[in-house]
């Protein structure tokens, strides 16, 4: 089945960086567009960056600048990197893919930025 299997949050101060890692399992990871997503206490889970199985990407506005995403095939493995944090970046961040229609998310990663 298919399992996503988030790392690297934590606990970070304002401007710091952290890089979060997704392994994927259970698909063919080099077909398949995947997103990092954030959902903080009290408001809805949001797209926070994106990237197709070409390697084309989107963000949302609030990171722009400040977070890139990629993808390594050979390790099923997206990641984030966030720059700049901003004590507005805290929430939990989860990893989703598509397959045959359905979502898959993982179980996500705490990240919280103090100011």
């Known amino acids: 089945q298919v399992q996503l299997v988030e790392s690297g949050g934590g606990l970070v101060q304002a401007g710091g960086s952290l890089r979060l890692s997704c392994v994927a399992s259970?698909?063919?990871?080099?077909?398949?567009?995947m997103g990092w997503y954030r959902q903080a206490p009290g408001k809805q889970r949001e797209l926070v960056a994106a990237?197709?199985?070409?390697?084309?990407?989107n963000f949302a506005d609030s990171v722009k600048g400040r977070f890139t995403i990629s993808r390594d095939n050979a390790k099923s493995t997206v990641y984030l990197q966030m720059n700049s944090l901003k004590p507005e970046d805290t929430a939990v961040y989860y990893c989703?893919?598509?397959?045959?229609?359905?979502?898959?998310w993982g179980q996500g990663t705490q990240v919280t930025v103090s100011s």
């Open positions: 259970g698909i063919i990871f080099s077909t398949h567009a």
């Open positions: 989703k893919t598509q397959r045959f229609g359905m979502d898959y």
């Open positions: 990237i197709t199985s070409a390697g084309s990407t």
